[in-house]
């Protein structure tokens, strides 16, 4: 059996330090990218409550004008902003979703908003509003909310 030298042993241990960096830096690509979509999607969320912030002020039901293109309601500033509230929770919960399925998000956080997004689920009186944005939401996020009882009667 050949004796390898002194020489080679420093050529493999310099081989598989430069893989192993190449791979460290790979790794830390992929975790800039998902941070740099969760950040996407927290934008989107942002705008998306901007706009019903702006609604809210200016009296405007967003489910009534947008969704249903109904301009001729009649709602108290009470109820536009219960409604238009309950948009934006559900733009936060979709985004709380997609951070913690990108493992942005510790368990006992997650555990935390499931309690809130069942309290939000149940609000009978804004269901209509889910049940419209659910073909929006991802199925896996969907699939969620469904498997909560449903405190609303039919």
């Not at 493999?12 to 800039?32: D, K, N, P, T, Y």
């Not at 948009?87 to 979709?94: A, G, K, M, Q, R």
């Amino acid at each position: 059996m050949k004796k390898v030298n002194f020489d080679a042993w420093v050529q493999l241990i310099g081989m598989i330090s430069i893989v192993a960096s190449l791979f460290f830096v790979g790794m830390q690509m992929r975790q800039s990218q998902q941070i740099a979509l969760a950040g996407q999607q927290q934008a989107r969320a942002a705008a998306n409550i901007a706009v019903l912030s702006f609604l809210t002020e200016s009296g405007i039901d967003q489910q009534l004008v947008f969704w249903e293109e109904n301009f001729n309601y009649e709602l108290s500033k009470k109820e536009i902003a219960f409604r238009n509230q309950l948009h934006s929770i559900w733009f936060l919960y979709e985004n709380d979703y997609y951070q913690y399925r990108q493992g942005l998000m510790e368990e006992s956080t997650w555990s935390a908003k499931l309690v809130g997004i069942q309290t939000i689920y149940d609000k009978c009186r804004g269901r209509v509003i889910y049940n419209q944005r659910a073909p929006m939401f991802a199925e896996e996020f969907r699939t969620i909310i469904d498997s909560f009882p449903d405190e609303c009667p039919n």
